[in-house]
């Protein structure tokens, strides 16, 4: 069996709208307020990792269709790229929704869902892998279909005879519904104490309009 190296290198896949909504539910924040390369840096430097870089995936809406979020995701991945984070954005693709109502109506509203971000950070993890360029993948999210992914990475580190491995990092608290990581990694769970002190100081939410 290969042996664990003495340093780490880290490389972090962060899906951004997984952590906002775990970090929405765990905390209370009503927008994504994380400094990511703050709070992978911290993750990182307490496991004794080496972090070699930080890899950020989202959906954004037009703003035709919605201006408040994308004036925000805008502004905010301009700064991700300021701080040297590798950012993968796709525009939200919309379909209508319909529910049922408690009085027996039923409500059509358009609904904007995420399409190939989470299949762009699965090939990115795997491709690094392939590459040796990482001894950690550091995945911020809770989606299990990335259980597979962690399946693949054993395979790889098999073929390759050396040490990888993967962990999933989350916000966690007592009002946290989904208290998993992925299946497969090993489990970082992100208290509140560590998730506010890498609170992003610049607030990149249009200053006229509120949500």
């Known amino acids: 069996m290969p042996s664990e190296p003495a340093v780490k290198r880290a490389v972090?896949?962060?899906?951004?709208?997984?952590?906002?909504?775990?970090?929405?539910?765990?905390?209370?924040?009503?927008?994504?307020?994380?400094?990511?390369?703050?709070?992978?840096?911290?993750?990182?430097?307490?496991?004794?990792?080496?972090?070699?870089?930080?890899?950020?995936?989202?959906?954004?809406?037009?703003?035709?269709?919605?201006?408040?979020?994308?004036?925000?995701?805008?502004?905010?991945?301009?700064?991700m790229g300021r701080d040297n984070i590798t950012i993968f954005s796709r525009p939200l693709r919309y379909r209508n929704q319909t529910i049922r109502l408690p009085d027996g109506k039923t409500h059509t509203f358009l609904v904007g869902s995420e399409k190939g971000t989470d299949v762009r950070l699965a090939i990115d993890i795997i491709r690094l892998a392939h590459r040796g360029a990482f001894d950690v993948a550091l995945v911020f999210s809770q989606d299990q279909d990335l259980s597979e992914v962690a399946e693949e990475i054993r395979v790889i580190a098999k073929e390759q005879n050396r040490w990888i491995n993967i962990a999933s990092a989350f916000p966690s608290s007592p009002a946290s519904k989904n208290t998993k990581g992925i299946n497969r990694t090993d489990w970082i769970k992100i208290d509140r104490a560590t998730y506010d002190s890498c609170i992003d100081p610049r607030d990149y939410r249009p200053k006229k309009a509120t949500p």
Do not use: E, M
């Open 12 to 79: 972090a896949f962060v899906d951004g709208q997984n952590l906002f909504y775990a970090a929405k539910i765990a905390f209370g924040y009503s927008f994504p307020n994380y400094d990511i390369r703050s709070l992978v840096a911290a993750i990182c430097q307490n496991q004794g990792w080496q972090l070699t870089g930080v890899r950020f995936y989202t959906g954004i809406p037009d703003a035709s269709d919605n201006a408040f979020w994308n004036h925000f995701w805008t502004a905010k991945l301009a700064q």
